[in-house]
């Protein structure tokens, strides 16, 4: 079983700053990649950041040089700094895991709310 809690969401003003975190847990996960993805209202899942275990990160264009991703390998959490907020990034936010088997696995997300 793996399983993937974030934690961080809430309400933030525009143009502030909010931080997530996401711990994985599960017996023999081992965990090649981690990152972060969106969801708004009406529309659909994107990519916001990743990390390797290598340290390699792909971040989106909507949110490079705002948004930081960051890792703890030994464990086995992964963070997403965000700042300079705008109600755009309004969404719920999921945390993923990819092991090194090649599952994808999701967190059950958590509410992230920008007001103007």
């Known amino acids: 079983q793996v399983q993937l809690v974030e934690s961080g969401g809430g309400l933030v003003q525009a143009g502030g700053s909010l931080s997530l975190s996401c711990a994985a847990s599960?017996?023999?996960?081992?965990?090649?990649?981690m990152g972060w993805g969106r969801q708004a209202p009406g529309k659909l899942r994107t990519a916001v950041a990743s990390?390797?275990?290598?340290?390699?990160?792909e971040y989106a264009d909507s949110v490079k040089g705002r948004f930081t991703v960051a890792r703890d390998n030994a464990k086995n959490m992964v963070a997403l700094q965000m700042n300079s907020m705008t109600p755009e990034d309004t969404a719920v936010y999921y945390c993923?895991?990819?092991?090194?088997?090649?599952?994808?696995?999701w967190g059950q997300g958590t509410q992230v709310t920008v007001s103007s």
């Open positions: 993923f895991a990819i092991s090194t088997a090649g599952g994808v696995y």
């Open positions: 599960g017996s023999n996960f081992n965990i090649g990649a």
């Open positions: 990390i390797t275990n290598g340290g390699a990160t």
